[in-house]
């Protein structure tokens, strides 16, 4: 298998996709915040002394996203059509979930990883007060596809 990174003599390098026509891509990811039953509780009741964690989780999350190429270093600049990132309190996690899509080159995949990423940093950041012994984890790219984009 060939890492599409390297060049032949090992070093890394940008992938030239400039001959690939534009298509519909999307990608779809997921991960999870496991918190303790007593931060799960603070957040129902909206007792986190950052306040609500949801909108500027999701916000932040969303804001990654876009901002993605300038975060990791080989990844193409691209011009997203959507980004949505959904959170969910669950019985000991919080659950993340990222939507990306473009009409581009290149595909969204770490658009939405990067969503899901920074959404569960920012969680941990605003929760870290209540619970020191919070996880990060399963953070991985569910779904991806393409669309010609004369197919409709």
Do not use: W
């Not at 129902?44 to 950052?50: H, N």
């Not at 940093?121 to 779904?143: F, N, P, Q, S, W």
């Amino acid at each position: 298998m060939k890492l599409t990174h390297l060049d032949k003599h090992g070093r890394a390098r940008m992938v030239d996709v400039g001959s690939k026509p534009p298509v519909t891509r999307e990608a779809v990811a997921e991960g999870k915040v496991f918190i303790s039953p007593g931060t799960v509780q603070a957040v129902e009741k909206a007792g986190l002394p950052k306040g609500n964690p949801f909108e500027v989780a999701r916000i932040a999350g969303i804001q990654a996203a876009k901002r993605t190429a300038e975060l990791i270093p080989l990844c193409h600049n691209i011009g997203l059509d959507f980004i949505d990132v959904d959170i969910a309190l669950k019985e000991d996690h919080f659950h993340i979930s990222s939507r990306a899509r473009c009409r581009d080159v290149t595909g969204v995949e770490m658009e939405a990883l990067t969503a899901v990423a920074v959404t569960a940093l920012t969680l941990y950041d605003m929760c870290k007060a209540v619970d020191k012994k919070m996880r990060l984890g399963e953070i991985r790219l569910v779904r991806k596809e393409k669309r010609d984009l004369s197919s409709g």
